[in-house]
């Protein structure tokens, strides 16, 4: 019989999450409040001297060329990624999964990854697809395929897709992983037993019991794209070349720390949040009506 908790007084509740509340208020409400604020401000490049504009800075954003040409490169980007990675980790996992000899040691080597900091990952990738010293990159050349991420856009696009995706990686596969393990073996078996081949088993059985990790990881992976993957593109391309791996995330860096017009950059951040809110709902009210529970 489980005991039900009563908290006699709020002191107790209050202080247990005020180190939670205050991370939040500090970390997120705060900068928040402040970019929507600045946003309705232009800024001369010192911060000495500024004055209300309303809506303007938001205008100026919207009919922006370069600010329309980073949102379509930030739509292909997180898709790219977010499809790459989901995919390649439940792979990975359906195969880790098998009862294999050395199985916990393959699962440590996949988890590995996610320890690696977004820059150095990126130099891990840097290194590999250098087209006159990486392995791939002068491979790539060696067979007649012409790869210069550092001049051609949609090999740069690529490249930072890659890398992206791979820093993503074990953190998808940690959770496919515990889905599947928590399927009983008793229903695959049952299946077996009825003649379910191994693809029928995995699209009618497999699949439909993870959706509700596959729709976690989802909105997951599409944050991590729209927000996390800035020190990847920073370190592999620096947005380049010619913007054609700028995205909405590293277009708010150009603008407001190299550009130093900060009264932009706010409304860009702002317009970015809004996006990724509008995202996540609707996910929630369109993708969440197919998953199992």
Known sequence: MQKKVIFRGTLLPIALLAPQLVVTVV????????????????EDAFGLSSEFVGLENFREVLADPSWVHAALNTLVF???VA??????????????DKSLRGATVYRSLLIWPYAVAPAVAAVLWLFLFQPQIGLIGRGLNAIGIPWDYRLNGTHAMILVIVAAAW???AYNFIF??????????SVLEAAAIDGARPARRFW???FPLLS???FFLLVVNLTYAFFETFGVIHALTGGGPAKATETLIYKVYIDGVENLNLGSSSAQS???MVLVVLLTAFQFRAVEKKVHY
Request: glycine share 10%.
């Open 27 to 42: 970390f997120f409400f705060w900068p928040a409040g402040q970019a929507v604020y600045q946003s309705m401000l232009r």
């Open 83 to 96: 499809g790459l990675a989901l995919g390649l980790a439940l792979f990975l996992a359906v195969q880790a």
């Open 204 to 206: 009618t059985i497999i």
């Open 176 to 185: 496919f992983l515990a889905g599947l393990q928590s399927i009983p073996a």
């Open 167 to 169: 820093k993503q990686l």
């Open 78 to 80: 997180s898709g790219c």
């Open 212 to 214: 509700p990790t596959t």
């Open 270 to 272: 702002v317009i970015l």
